[in-house]
């Protein structure tokens, strides 16, 4: 079965840095397109970033520069490390594959950005 389990996440001050990991299984992740996703209280699910199988990637331009999203096929594992973390970057984030809406999300790992 299809899983993808983010961790990685916690409280930091502005400014600071975090890196995210999600494990996924139950797929043969080297052959898939996939995305680190945020969703914020009220807030709809937002594509952060996305990495495509060769390895080409995209980013919200809110996070251009700061986010780096990259993945090990060996492992089976999407990374994403963020630096000069911004109190708007708060929310819980996950990963998936990109355009397979019946995925199962999981919990996410919350991010928090505060001083």
């Known amino acids: 079965q299809v899983q993808f389990v983010a961790s990685g996440g916690g409280l930091v001050q502005p400014g600071g840095s975090l890196r995210l990991s999600c494990q996924a299984s139950g797929i043969s992740f080297y052959r898939y397109y996939m995305a680190w996703y945020r969703q914020a209280p009220g807030n709809q699910r937002d594509i952060v970033a996305t990495?495509?199988?060769?390895?080409?990637?995209t980013y919200l331009p809110s996070v251009n520069n700061r986010f780096t999203v990259f993945r090990d096929d060996v492992s089976n594992t999407l990374n994403l490390q963020m630096i000069r973390l911004k109190p708007e970057d708060t929310a819980v984030y996950y990963c998936?594959?990109?355009?397979?809406?019946?995925?199962?999300w999981g919990q996410g790992t919350q991010v928090t950005v505060s001083s």
């Open positions: 998936g594959r990109v355009d397979y809406q019946d995925d199962p």
């Open positions: 990495i495509n199988t060769n390895g080409r990637t």
